[in-house]
């Protein structure tokens, strides 16, 4: 009869070690997966191919092949998806305090639910995501961070909200932080702030501190935000595709672009959904938060700081998502007041508009800055002496003009005037009617489209506010009732 027992209670334990991980063992669910993905055990260095469902638990290691995709929804609600070619560690993720995922190569996309950031101290990450030369505190909701073992760049684009971002030293590279010193890191003096739209970026030997936010592109933008991570970067080699969305500028002939003001008709619009007390409310919210960023923000073509170290590359251009590099509009380029970027020209490259990647059809990118002619099966390498191929149908530069360089980083550039583009109607024109609240400059459609979405949240969590005080008076009123009722 013992030796029953011992043969069941053996059995037993064999099949619960050979059930794979549930919820309350993992922090992390696979909610979708496509291709190759492994989870590594760091102690056994075993790897265990997950599938759609799968859990993987805090300490794991996470793996992407080519042309491989994985979405976690962890145990806090938030997401993180895990592009093609990547490696991520889940190194921390405790229920009652910020996670610590740690990227280690490849790009990384997560949306943190408004829940998890519903705290009372908003200065505070909820968040941290490392690598090995820089560290971000998340804040916000919407966010992409990429990293290049090779050349150690780290950067980051914020869709939406924002993460605090900072260069991290040689002394706490290599270790195990904790929540507090990455707080730290993130809260220093040195450490920056990017917002909607924005890019920062650290180069170990060229920066000495997270560059200071910018925009990027509008287009690439906009192709990256609709990229989930699923979608892999094609070869530079490809042909450049035209963006899905155009941005044009709107700058008369000889004007000059930085004194010019595109003002689009759209507090009409605005009204018709909030009405006018709202619709000025929000106009208000809008100009105060302008002014704000405006003032600490810096001039469109970049800007240097010898005695701090701080770095402003120029406004407008491209992120390189394999290299972890931004490629700044170099002088000569065109100023669009409608978006307050510059517009690199042809040569410096383009797109893809379903992914978002950085695409030059005639020049590749390497890991150094440096850019060198592409060489493919079925197309000579580009020509610098005019006898390269025809310009391709995104606009890209066939040949015929030397490579392309990077904007150096120890200069702003030379404001240009936009003399030989002519206006659209991309972003409306006129001025907006004299009784309107405002005139919404420079404000897009897409924009306009937020505007009124925060506006609602902020009328809906009005609501919410005032039925909860409501309720908690009545709550208060039935307690007081109770009470005496029950001393009678």
Known sequence: MNFLRKLLLTTAIVISMSIPAH???????AIILKGSVTAVNPKTKEETKLKKGSWVQEGFVVKTEPKSFVKFLFIDKSQM???????????KFPKKDAGIITLMKGSLRSKVTKNYLDNKNKDKSKLFIKTKTAAMGVRG?????????????????????????????????????????????????????????????????KTSRATTPVKINPGQLESMKSNDGSKEAPDQAAATKAPKKKFRSVIPPGVDAKGFSNKAKVAEQVEKVLGKSATIAVVDKVEKEKAASAENAPPPEGSVNASTGEIAPPAGGYIDVATAQYIAPPAGSVFDAATETYIPPADFGGFNPDTGAYENTNYTLTEDGKFVPTVSADRAPASVDGSGPAPSEGGVDGGGNAPPELAPLDKPIEPEIADDIGGGDDFGGGDAPSDSPADFAGVDQSELDEIVEDAQDTIEETIEDAEDERNEVLNNSTRVRFNINNSN
């Open 23 to 29: 919820a309350s063992d993992g922090v992390a669910k």
């Open 81 to 91: 998806n895990l592009g093609p070619k990547s490696e991520m560690a889940i190194s």
């Open 141 to 205: 909701t919407d966010f992409m961070v990429t990293f290049n073992p090779v050349n150690e760049n780290t950067a980051l684009v914020t869709f939406s909200g924002a993460v605090a971002m900072a260069q991290i030293t040689e002394n706490i590279r290599n270790i195990q932080v904790s929540q507090a010193a990455l707080e730290k890191v993130v809260s220093s003096d040195k450490a920056v702030i990017v917002t909607k739209g924005q890019f920062s970026g650290v180069s170990p030997g």
